[in-house]
T-cell receptor, first 113, second 109 residues
């Protein structure tokens, strides 16, 4: 596609539920990033994929968070046992190479009630 | 550690120039970026500069880089109400991009 696509654009879930957020990067971009952004803050790094493997997952806050990219293209961020503090906008970005700019999707706004 | 700092707010009159400043700490950064975020929207890449450049101009946007002082600025000429947004500075440290908190630009008619 023309840009990074994220679905759903909005997700409301109850505390304790499981959610999956999807990212479809720009075609040909081998690097894919997940960030989280809370109101009034800059993006907070979560995880970075180079191809199919997670090159750096040091930003994942705890073991309730997990992400996959099985074929090196689409990625899914999975959050188990959601908590109210997980509410944020989850941003996905992709880039062509390590020194290329990141291109962001419009994000998924997650609200945990 | 790595850090990027920006002033949080800037208010200008329509038609004036806006200058948004940023300081960073990682001297090994290869690229420095400016992103724009409008309310409820994702991050839009505005422009970026390679670390061996001092200046880059793109239409109404001018980026100045002082590598010695680790200072980056974004100048928007003839600022319009559509330029009202949050502007983020980011450096390409350690492959993860290190972000500032963003500067909220308000353009008054």
């Amino acid at each position: 596609g023309a840009g990074v696509s994220q679905t759903p654009s909005n997700k409301v879930t109850e505390k304790g539920k499981y959610v999956e957020l999807r990212c479809d990067p720009i075609s040909g971009h081998t690097a894919l990033y997940w960030y989280r952004q809370s109101l009034g803050q800059g993006p907070e790094f979560l995880i970075y994929f180079q191809g199919t493997g997670a090159a750096d997952d040091s930003g994942l806050p705890n073991d309730r968070f997990f992400a996959v990219r099985p074929e090196g293209s689409v990625s899914t961020l999975k959050i188990q046992r959601t908590e109210r503090g997980d509410s944020a906008v989850y941003l996905c970005a992709s880039r062509l190479g390590v020194n290329s700019p990141l291109h962001f999707g419009n994000g998924t706004r997650l609200t945990v009630t | 550690g790595e850090d990027v700092e920006q002033s949080l707010f800037l208010s200008v009159r329509e038609g004036d120039s806006s200058v948004i400043n940023c300081t960073y700490t990682d001297s090994s950064s290869t690229y420095l970026y400016w992103y724009k975020q409008e309310p409820g929207a994702g991050l839009q890449l505005l422009t970026y500069i390679f670390s061996n450049m001092d200046m880059k101009q793109d239409q109404r946007l001018t980026v100045l880089l002082n590598k010695k002082d680790k200072h980056l600025s974004l100048r928007i000429a003839d600022t319009q109400t559509g330029d009202s947004a949050i502007y983020f500075c980011a450096e390409s440290g350690n492959r993860k991009l290190i972000w500032g908190l963003g500067t909220s630009l308000a353009v008054n008619p």
